[in-house]
């Protein structure tokens, strides 16, 4: 049988071998050497915390230990049967379109506006398991200025933050005297400001942009992702079947300049001139920042079919297939006539400006493909949510709104809603997806009650209270209570209708996505 063959392999190959499994999201496998011999076992516990812990990256658990890491790992990648928690302690104060980022034990909150306020504040929540406690964080140095919808990530330590801004009568506007594409990070160690090198192009000022980490640029093709399945003609034997990823779409006349390391991708936004009438302009530019000794910019131009120009969309690096995922966002292009939809409150017919597509970012090659789902329709257009990694393959889709153009006597009126304001669709409170990246099949999360998805993909049955219809909010993996949970922070406060009573208003709440407990 292949499991005795594995056994005369070296003790840490065999291990290796079964958190490669683990990690291309091959499960089954990975039990079947577990029930095999007490080596292959120890050697699957080892491969399922390394599934856990590769979730989490680029975080680490914090916490006891759960006491299977197997079951762990499975209840988190399989999220029938979650529940939704409210989390104490809420946010210190209200916030939308702020960031999240987690380090060393601790999520850092940066910025975000509530109302006519807009924030520089740092608050850090201490994720010790059982024990949480929001910390307000005194700093020093030249901070940004208070913003909303900027990016962050984490980096050797440090908080970077790209871009953002607040609006005004002139249109959006960086405070003081910072550079409109103004970048900067935080050490995390001493809590110190510096400015950092934005992108070279000097007119470069965003909001709504996506920076996504890259922890290692690609500079060679994947040999495949196997899965070991049990042959048709033999129960007890395994065989070797290779995954369906499709290889990238060839290069076009550009492809990016040779690069080892990691770096970030930052995809699109938008900005707000005026006056006499404020005027949004979007964008589809890619750029990178290469993370080495130095920080380095440079633009790079993709081949392929090049999205709309967007902002408010959500992004994901894909390592599997080498390309970072964008979905959603809002678009300023002109918009069918079918996606034509009545307002929530009625009266006046409205044009959809937003986007509910999928698109890889090939970085080895620098070509844009659009991706079809295998439920066509599967999901909607949405901007202002969240797209969070959950275990290999899978992501959780949460949250976010349209925005939408009323005609009222000739006159445009842009106007924003939460989804579940859209009868088109049917959609629910919770507003959750479930999106396979291996084979794009797409799962929808109801809470509180069943659901038939049709066409629409298959029905995860989620229980508790959802959050309230929100977009702006962020969503991180964390550990909690043995488990790997989806924590929900802050957003925009919707009313019940889920028609935004004051626009601009944020939620100071928090909730837990957490695996069924195991039986």
Known sequence: APEAHLLLLPTEVITTILEQLAAAGDYLAVCRAASSCVVLRAAASSAWKAAVEAALLPAAWRGAPPSSWQQCARDAFELDGAEWLEFAPRLRE???????????????????????????????????????????????????????????????????????????????????????????????????????????????????????????????????????????????????????????????????????????????????DGPPRPTISAFIDVWRCRLGETLDWDLLEPSGATPATRYRHAAVYVEARQAVLVHGGYVRDAVPADRAVPLPAGGFDAQMLNDGGLHLLHLRTVVWERVTTREPGALIARGGHTMTFVGATKLFIFGGGHMYNAIDNAVFNWHEADLATDARYGVGASNSVVLDTQDWSVSLAWAGRGFDAGTHGTSLKVTGDAPAPRGGHTATLVPHDGKLAILILGGRNYDEEGHAANPHLGRDDAHLLVPRRSM
């Open 94 to 272: 209200p916030t939308f379109a702020h960031t999240a980022v987690e380090h060393g034990g601790a999520i850092y909150v940066f910025g975000g506006r509530d109302a006519a306020n807009y924030s520089n504040r740092v608050h850090a929540l201490e994720l010790r398991d059982g024990q949480y406690e929001w910390r307000h964080l005194e700093t020093t140095g030249e901070a940004p200025s208070p913003r909303r919808a900027h990016a962050a990530w984490v980096w050797r330590g440090r908080m970077h933050i790209l871009g953002g801004g607040r609006s005004g009568p002139s249109g959006m506007a960086a405070a003081g005297q910072e550079p409109p594409g103004c970048h900067f990070s935080l050490g995390l160690h001493d809590l110190r400001w510096r400015p950092e090198p934005p992108p070279t192009d000097e007119n470069w000022r965003r909001f709504g942009h996506t920076a996504t980490l890259v922890p290692e640029w690609p500079t060679y093709t994947l040999p495949g992702l196997y899965r070991i399945v049990p042959a048709d003609d033999d129960a007890d034997s395994l065989r070797m079947d290779a995954m369906q990823l499709q290889d990238p779409p060839e290069a076009g006349a550009a492809v990016s300049p040779p690069w080892r390391g990691a770096a970030v991708v930052v995809i699109g936004g938008a900005w707000q």
